[in-house]
């Protein structure tokens, strides 16, 4: 089994340097104190970025979104937008890193005086941490896809537990993934507070019935960069696409199903709660999103004109 995150493993990793707090250290001393908020309570936010063909593609979209969850939580990052994006290319640099990277940026609240809730006891500035690594998506999965399974853990709205916020907080959503791996898939499937199919417990969901693409209505799922990007393709490349609440049963009569991230683009899926889709994989559908997919990036790193 394998999931959307599955990677094949590269030996480039061991001597990539880690960015913290300024300074660039290998990967075996890229440590903080149990102190930190992030330890202690998962408080703060991350974002994740692809560096491809030499350009952090939708660099702009991704250091928006990642303070703009820093904003929501009332947390100061310690450094503009601009600055941080400079420390980002830095390290690429300094690695000398320039396609099939994947990069996970970390900013958590700080060191805590002691380990509690109050965002008044932090006493330093916040930690920044930055992993970049050789990691593409695994071939294979466009020809396997992903099994589904329905979790009885759900998306939560806003004032419980905001799902658009990337936050280190993701323990929810680990619980689904449990639920799904034991059942013998490979990811979850997650229905939002009212039964309507949100997300899944690392990407976003979408479906194909008759040609149309389908996906929840955005209230409850992830705020995610690459599923604004496959609503864009649709509407630019004329594909049907429709946004709402839709059931189970009519995810279960779907022809394909797909699922989005920043790391994965868009993977196909084969089965949902032990039913085969009736689709060869990826669908048509699913495939020509993904070469509207991969066209985008490379115009974003400016390999092909817009």
Known sequence: MAGS?????????EHVKIYLNGALVPRAEAKVSIFDAGYVLGDGVWEGFRLHKGTVVFADRHFDRLYAGAKS?????????????????????????????HIRLMVTRGLKKTPNQDP??????????IAAEYKLPSPELARTGLSLFTSTIRCSPPDMFDMRLNSHSRLNLI???????????DEALMLDPHGFVSSCNATNFFFVTN?????SSGAYCFNGITRAHVIELCERH?????LGNFTLAEVYDADEAFVTGTFGGLTPIRRIDGRDLPTALPGPVTARLRRHYADLMDEDAGVIEA
């Open 175 to 185: 619980q689904a993934l449990i639920q799904a791996i034991k059942a013998g898939a």
């Open 5 to 13: 995150q599955d990677y094949a493993a590269d030996p480039r990793n």
């Open 73 to 101: 939580i009332d947390m100061d990052i310690g450094m503009a937008k601009a600055e941080l994006a400079a420390e980002l290319d830095r390290m690429l640099a300094e690695n000398g890193m320039s396609d099939g990277v």
């Open 211 to 215: 040609g149309e693409v389908r996906t």
């Open 120 to 129: 008044r006891h932090t006493i330093s500035k916040a930690t920044i941490a």
């Open 238 to 242: 004329g594909v049907p696409i429709r």
